[in-house]
């Protein structure tokens, strides 16, 4: 007894069966530390380290493997990844009824492709790394599924010109939003939306075609406007009004 508490005995150390696998380590042998005369288990890992382990650790399961397994672990957590919530968001809005996005997606017939719907990896290897914070999964067919070849990282001003009513122009077998053809001539998109409803313009001339820009004529001066004059200039204005 001491301070009115039963020690417990002391764990016996359980004998290590050579060939007895331990999680990802298997005892090949004994050896003993060099500094405490410890006996210790060799075990050989299955990534292919040799390690020695206290034996009392392998038996209790404490240790597992080399490390190997922690360090995957660390390295190796997807759902940390940048692009996991984009991937499984996408899943969600395609193949999960009781998504709010799902009537936009699921309910359209847009599918995400087998490969990618059943792996992370195969879904980052083929799309790529997420560039900014600020991008998104985006499809060149807004119509299209989610697929290789099909999708890729876009910002929301990019996004903005491929929804599905986005109005286009195609110029010489180019087609592109409205305005991007703004961008690209500095013609305003109101311009080019009106050259288009009014009909008179090929494509080509749409986009090429400098806008004209008006002079306004100068307003003539009303007594009311000149009230402030001083009174040698308005009678000079009132002389030049009289011989018009």
């Not at 309910?107 to 195969?122: E, N, P, Q």
């Not at 929804?163 to 109101?190: D, F, Y």
Request: net charge positive; charged share 30%.
């Amino acid at each position: 007894m001491s301070n009115g508490k039963e020690r417990l005995p002391r764990r016996k150390l359980a004998d290590i069966v050579v060939g007895q696998r331990y999680g990802r380590l298997v005892a090949t042998g004994l050896t003993r530390c060099a500094k405490t005369n410890q006996l210790l288990a060799v075990c050989s890992c299955d990534c292919g380290s040799v390690v020695t382990q206290q034996m009392h650790y392998l038996v209790s399961g404490r240790r597992v493997s080399c490390g190997c397994k922690s360090r995957e672990g660390r390295v190796g957590d997807k759902t940390k990844k940048p692009e996991y919530i984009p991937w499984a968001a996408m899943i969600a809005r395609c193949c999960c009824e009781g998504s709010d996005r799902y009537p936009y997606y699921g309910g359209r017939g847009i599918k995400v492709c087998d490969k990618w719907r059943s792996s992370f990896d195969a879904f980052l290897l083929d799309v790529g790394e997420r560039p900014t914070s600020g991008h998104s999964l985006e499809r060149d067919d807004v119509n299209g599924h989610y697929e290789p070849g099909n999708v890729r990282w876009a910002t929301r001003k990019e996004q903005a010109r491929n929804r599905r009513n986005s109005r286009k122009l195609t110029v010489n077998g180019i087609t592109r939003t409205i305005a991007e053809w703004s961008e690209l001539t500095g013609i305003s998109r109101s311009m080019i939306d009106y050259r288009i409803k009014r009909g008179q313009m090929t494509p080509e001339q749409i986009v090429s075609t400098p806008v004209k820009t008006t002079k306004k004529s100068p307003q003539k001066k009303t007594e009311e406007q000149v009230s402030d004059f001083p009174p040698e200039g308005l009678a000079i204005l009132r002389e030049r009004a009289e011989g018009e």
